[in-house]
């Protein structure tokens, strides 16, 4: 009986100790898969994140001189495209991992798709005065960004807190 009882707590024993090892695996398994996943959306948002920064810049630039308000839509056009794009990814982001600092990069790019898609849709003689009241302000989200995406090679996540917050801050600056 008593050695029953000890093959018994040895096979508990061996269960457990198997258990225990299948599941710190497949822990370290699903942080790796976590890791590549959150690269390969930050390698594939380096396209749109791009263009929103070469694009607020071109903006600014049609501003100084005196472009057509079509062709100044036709920008305002494409920031709402690709900052939708981020803000949506970075939103996903968000929810998979629960990392605030992915929130607030949502929200800086749904504040910008917000901005652009008001201003795109004021009346023609408005747009361009409208654009100019915040040139000041487009001018340091670009520079900021600018800044950010070079010194961390496009990964936002990567950036200060204080950074992500004053781009946060910028842009709802846009919306007052």
Known sequence: MRRASRLYATLLLVIAVASTAVAVYQYYSFRE???????????????????????????????????????????????????????????LLHRRTGDERLWKVHLLFANLHDFAVDVVNDPPSSIIVRLREKAGTLSELSNLLRSIRQKYHNDLRLAPEEDIERLVSLTEELLE
């Not at 959150?38 to 071109?58: A, H, Q």
């Open 33 to 91: 898969e976590k890791l590549r996943l959150l690269e390969e959306f930050r390698s594939s948002t380096s396209f749109n994140l791009l263009r929103v920064n070469g694009e607020v810049d071109l903006l600014l630039y049609l501003l100084e001189r005196n472009a057509t308000v079509d062709e100044i839509r036709l920008i305002l056009d494409s920031i709402i495209s690709n900052s939708h794009v981020l803000s949506e990814t970075y939103s």
